[in-house]
């Protein structure tokens, strides 16, 4: 089925208290996706933002964002106050998100809501239940972490760092209240979410999530469960991931996350993996997986350099795990992320895993890229971007490419000189043969730079951009779904 549909950040929706959230504009987001004709909508990774504010240095692979729980709905269920409200607001720049404000005022509204809720209350409980193979640890790690000044675990004392048994029962009890806290703000949004989620899917359109490959430095999963990572005796890393250098960084990316020890993981048939993706099937329709290149071989980096220079690959679990993830989730729809460098190995085990991968336009004109990503090679079982949240806007790349790119991207797509690039890409995209294709938010908007949502590795100034409600309107609704039914993609359903 030929399909279209958006990428937007669910952090950049607008709200009347501060980051995106999951109420009222969330849901009218999707009655502009139904009237435009779109099938997808993707979404970045909902975890709750760690290290540079970034969706991929998330404190759990399992965890959602507490940032993200919407006030309104809260105060509507008499769990909140308005006048309590008030001390969540984050700035007045309706484009920009403060995560600073967010971290100061957030939490403390959520305490209010959370008193109200009580922890009999049923739907928590079951909650709890249902969840606690993921849960028990990661709200033991956020307390722990709140006592301690929200500092790296790596840096708590020995005895909680190590997990030792008397230290963590001494902490529950010390901690049981703060503990309760974190388990409920997870019910809260996961109560939240499964409502939207619902509404989406009532309305045609399927939510394609993100997960990282890795999970943070800092993180409840490397925290509760060292032995699924590459750490030495005293619990540090040994080795961490990223990649190496190439046209666009000189020293490589230096990511720092830790390293899967693949070894445990296939002892134990790839269960944590599987968990993991069983989880994600259920939170969205479609899980897009970050860095999909890793599971044939992956980057490593000595734990400590400044660069990614001494880094070396290593072989990963390749067709085993991709035959595991088949057995066990047969269900499971996936799409792989399989940008950066590529090489036979990984293509073949692309071709053999089924899942469709990733073709970016933006890249199919850069000189730097050795891909083959230009739409004459498609084939169906992709899916086709004009960018990703790590590339500019198209029509900054207009302006900020070299000039050669330029004029070979105008020469290629056909648009004259002064003529509209990013309408250009657009409908490469959309008349592509891939049998789906996303366009961001902003490139529907035509936005410049100010819009960029991520430039890899930089921290500050990322991850902030916020849509204005204003640009949900129905004029450009109907013109999204005109170029749709043009190009065969229109979402017929519901």
Not at 446 to 458: D, K, V
Request: with cysteine; glycine share 10%; hydrophobic share 40%.
């Amino acid at each position: 089925m030929r399909a279209s549909g958006i990428l937007l950040a669910l952090s950049s929706l607008p709200s009347p208290y501060g980051i995106g959230t999951l109420g009222r504009q969330a849901y009218e987001f999707i009655d502009f996706l139904r009237r435009a004709g779109q099938r997808f909508w993707q979404i970045l990774p909902i975890g709750p933002t760690g290290y540079g504010d970034s969706p991929y240095q998330s404190f759990s692979a399992f965890a959602a964002n507490p940032y993200l729980i919407d006030l309104d709905l809260l105060i509507g269920e008499g769990l909140l106050r308005r006048e309590e409200a008030v001390g969540a607001f984050f700035g007045d720049d309706p484009q920009r998100v403060d995560y600073g404000a967010l971290y100061a005022n957030r939490l403390s509204v959520l305490r209010c809501a959370v008193a109200r809720l009580g922890y009999e209350e049923p739907g928590f409980c079951a909650f709890r239940q249902e969840n606690g193979w993921w849960l028990d640890d990661y709200a033991l790690f956020m307390a722990l972490k709140a006592a301690h000044g929200m500092v790296s675990f790596q840096e708590w004392p020995d005895r909680l760092r190590r997990r030792e048994e008397d230290a963590l029962i001494k902490a529950r009890q010390e901690y049981g209240e703060d503990v309760r806290f974190w388990e409920a703000v997870q019910y809260l949004f996961y109560r939240q979410w499964e409502a939207l989620k619902a509404y989406a899917n009532q309305n045609g359109v399927e939510i394609i999530g993100d997960i990282p490959i890795y999970v943070s430095p800092d993180s409840s999963d490397l925290w509760a469960d060292p032995e699924l990572f590459q750490v030495g005796e005293d619990g540090r890393l040994r080795e961490v991931a990223g990649c190496p250098p190439d046209a666009f960084s000189k020293d490589g990316q230096l990511w720092g996350n830790p390293l899967y020890d693949w070894d445990y993981h296939k002892g134990t048939g790839y269960r944590w993996w599987i968990r993991r993706l069983r989880h994600a099937s259920r939170v969205y329709d479609v899980v897009r997986i970050d860095h999909f290149r890793g599971f044939e071989s992956y980057y490593s980096i000595p734990a400590g350099e400044e660069t990614a220079i001494p880094g070396h690959w290593r072989p990963g679990p390749g067709l085993d795990f991709i035959g595991a993830l088949r057995r066990q989730l047969p269900g499971v729809r996936i799409i792989a992320e399989d940008l950066g460098y590529l090489t036979d190995e990984v293509r073949r085990l692309l071709l053999e895993s089924g899942f469709p991968g990733m073709k970016v336009l933006q890249f199919a004109f850069d000189s730097r890229e050795s891909g083959d990503y230009l739409p004459h090679g498609y084939r169906r079982n992709a899916v086709c971007y004009t960018g990703t949240h790590d590339n500019t806007t198209t029509v900054d790349w207009e302006h900020s490419a070299p000039p050669a790119d330029v004029a070979y991207a105008r020469e290629y797509l056909g648009v004259a000189p002064g003529g509209g690039l990013c309408a250009g890409f657009i409908r490469a995209a959309l008349s592509s043969v891939c049998d789906t294709c996303v366009i961001p938010m902003q490139d529907w908007l035509h936005l410049g730079g100010e819009a960029r949502m991520n430039t890899p590795s930089t921290l500050g100034g990322n991850w902030v951009w916020r849509m204005e409600r204003e640009a949900m309107s129905g004029e450009l609704a109907d013109s999204i779904a005109h170029l749709t039914r043009l190009y065969g993609r229109e979402n017929k359903g519901n």
